[in-house]
């Protein structure tokens, strides 16, 4: 592998031609690189180097071209570059440095280089200013009530939008650069008086330790850092909505937000928060906690429905009711597959038509539905390719695991394994699933923090979130991994 | 290690897949009849047949029957003639033979315990198997039409709800060893049953009519409450419950929570009959004379 010069160490001369020479030859290959020469009214030259889309070129020119075209006395007692930083240029953020490496980072993330002559020294000049998506609904995080403000792209922007939910010095952010090639400007996120310090530290060392090209996404930090990186299982919470960020940073979480993308992480990740919707908070508790306890439901339906149809009819026929046994019996005669690759077929078509729904256009996506569900299925049914009861069971399944997106890809894989294990031992089989996934489950961890924390250490504060939401007059406590500062409300 | 695992577990898993039993690769047994035929075991069976093509979609009824020596090698030479596997889970009916020996029904009971016909499927006494051709309304099968039937009568008459399997093997267990189950005849080609088969030792004994068979279940103290005829009109009686009150070297008294005379006569003459003919209904006996006062049982 070739390996990236590194310019943490190279220093620039007093030579401006030389210099911008060196910053041309880095570039030498990159074609939006912009430079500009300044004939200053001091009597000495300058130039001013940046990425074009990248930057505010209207802030460039007030800011940086304005006054030292127009400056006119230039005798103080400080040196060019800390005259020029501190008396002459209107932009807000401006670093001296001597090191290429802090110049070239600078560029790269919208900031504007101004070389001096015979300065040792240039200013990196903070006119970031490249387009955004702006603020829109997330497409997956809808909600009938409550805030509908998303994050977009830039990183910057998206603490912003976290910062105006959090009006308190308490609120820290810590910058990071992640990804050897991307350099990807990644924030920690948390208020200072709510966080477990040893949770924090846990996260950056584990964020030290990522050697990698490239990160383009928070699932790239999170494959990398998370506990058991063989678990079906979430082990990080990740949404678009700054109002869910700052709800979890006031429960003593942390958020790691990544430039380049609208999602961001909040850890550590409680089981319980598959079944928690971002409008929970929002409406009614009541209605919540019966929402929240039908996904629950939806979760052991999507997961089981096909498995204990398929123990039913093999193994447990007499426990079906008379007319629906032969019912059943009818319908699969002709069907030229065993009950078992029945399921296992529609289990896949059902996953490729869900699938195919969401990268298909909305418009076309909803003919899908119809085309995939209904004309299909009727049409397969009456040719006696599949059996209606199989059918129904498992798109009863598809549609209750619709139900918990967060657990899409566990219960994708659960269903198949527990419809293998009823076919080999009926509801034997389904039990014995079911008692290693809660076995599972019960030990997956979180940074460290057990998953089920709130059950494993049951307090009557710590289960008013779990399988209903209690109204906000009896949520007085944090959870409990918050450790310290755990009363909420008094 | 761990991929090997991995292989090997889901090659377990694949190759076991294949156990248990397709329901389309079965015949549902709806109701089944023994009866001794010269000595031999002769099994009826009567299933329901689902088409496997789609050129005649639906069901019917059919029967097949079989002889052996024993209860259990007909029921193995049944299934082994037909094209597809017998499936007792579904079984409605059970039927005993009217001329099956105290042996005959001890086997069958015994076998009853052991396959996997349901618990809960109704002991009926017959004649014969011809019961199974009976013409009925219902567009399942004889078996399920038949169970139909006694239900109806046992809502109206509030007896012989209380025939299935894990009862009558209650009732053998105790004292008297009696039981009762619904004795039912073809009369013009349809389903009758118009009365129940007593059973003394495992044989039928004593067939009663619809009257006798109320009082019989109001001494075995399973009667539901239903209608009862009393010369010519009709009368409803709520359920009833019956206790022995009071021993004294001959007689014994029961109470009872009837409040008509006449029915509690009439069921006090009743049990003395069955006395006589040396059916006992009740845990002690041995009495001559059995009375019942009118106090409510608590």
Known sequence: ?490 | MKRLIFILLSSLLLLLSGCGREPDKTFLVSAVCFENKEGKILVTAEYISVSDTDVKEGYTAKTASIEAEGVSAAVSRLSGDMTKVLSFSHCAVVMLGKNLTAQNTRDVLSFLKNEEISLSATLVCVDDASVLNAETDSNLSTGYALVSLLKSRGELFGYGTHTKIYEISTARKQKTNIFAIPYVTLKDKKLSADGMMLYLDDTPRLKLDTKESIYYAMARNVYEGGMIEIEDRVEKQKATKIKEKEQEKDNLTLSSNIESEEIKNELEAFINEMQRKGIYLFSSHGFKNIKIEGESPD
């Open chain 1, 1 to 490: 592998m070739e390996k990236i010069r590194d310019y943490s160490n190279v220093t620039l001369g007093t030579n401006i031609d030389k210099n911008l020479q060196l910053i041309k030859d880095i570039f030498s290959k990159d074609t939006v690189l912009r430079n500009k020469r300044i004939g200053t009214g001091l009597g000495f030259s300058c130039v001013v180097l940046y990425f074009d889309g990248m930057v505010n070129v209207e802030l460039i020119n007030q800011a940086i071209v304005r006054p030292l075209v127009l400056a006119k006395n230039g005798n103080t007692a400080k040196s060019r570059e800390q005259f020029v930083a501190e008396d002459l240029l209107y932009a807000g953020e401006v670093k001296v440095t001597s090191k290429v490496g802090d110049m070239l980072s600078g560029m790269l993330y919208g900031d504007s280089l101004l070389l001096i002559e015979n300065c040792k020294n240039a200013l990196v000049i903070n006119t970031k200013g490249w387009r955004t998506r702006g603020i829109s609904e997330p497409q997956d995080e809808r909600v009938l009530q409550g805030p509908r403000e998303g994050f977009d792209e830039a990183a910057m922007f998206n603490l912003a939008l976290i910062r105006r939910k959090l009006l308190t010095p308490d609120f820290c952010s810590e910058m990071l650069r992640l990804g050897r090639r991307t350099d990807t400007v990644v924030f920690i996120c948390y208020l200072d008086s709510l966080v477990d310090k040893g949770l924090l530290k846990e996260l950056k060392k584990r964020l030290k330790k990522i050697d990698i090209d490239g990160i383009l996404d928070t699932n790239y930090i999170n494959e990398l850092i998370r506990d058991r990186k063989g678990s079906l299982f979430k082990t990080s919470g990740t949404t678009e909505r700054p109002d869910i960020v700052a709800a979890r940073l006031l429960e003593g979480r942390i958020a790691v937000i990544v430039d380049g993308t609208p999602v961001v992480m909040t850890l550590p990740y409680l089981f319980s928060e598959n079944f928690q919707s971002d409008e929970d908070y929002y409406i009614n508790y009541k209605i919540a906690s019966s929402a929240r306890i039908i996904r629950m439901v939806c979760f052991f339906l999507a997961v089981t429905v096909p498995a204990f149809f398929m123990a039913l009819v093999r193994f447990h026929f007499e426990l079906l009711p008379t007319a629906f046994a032969i019912s059943v019996a009818e319908s699969r005669g002709g069907v030229p597959f065993s009950a078992l690759s029945e399921s296992l077929l529609l289990i896949f078509i059902f996953e490729i038509l869900r699938e195919t729904g969401l990268r298909m256009p909305q418009s076309v996506g909803h003919a899908l539905s119809i085309v995939g569900g209904l004309v299909i299925g009727q049409a397969a049914v009456d040719a006696k390719i599949i059996s209606a009861p199989m059918l129904i069971a498992v798109a009863l399944a598809g549609i209750s695991g619709l139900m918990v997106p967060r657990l899409k890809a566990a219960v994708f894989y659960l269903r198949i394994i527990f419809v293998l294990l009823a076919s080999v031992m009926g509801v034997f089989g389904i039990l014995i699933g079911w008692t290693i996934t809660l076995i599972h489950i019960l030990s997956i961890t979180s940074l460290g923090v057990s998953s089920t924390i709130s059950l494993s250490n049951p307090t009557s504060q710590g289960l008013k979130d779990i399988f209903y939401r209690s109204s906000w007059v009896k949520m007085r406590e944090r959870p409990i991994f918050t450790r310290k500062n755990i009363i909420r409300k008094k």
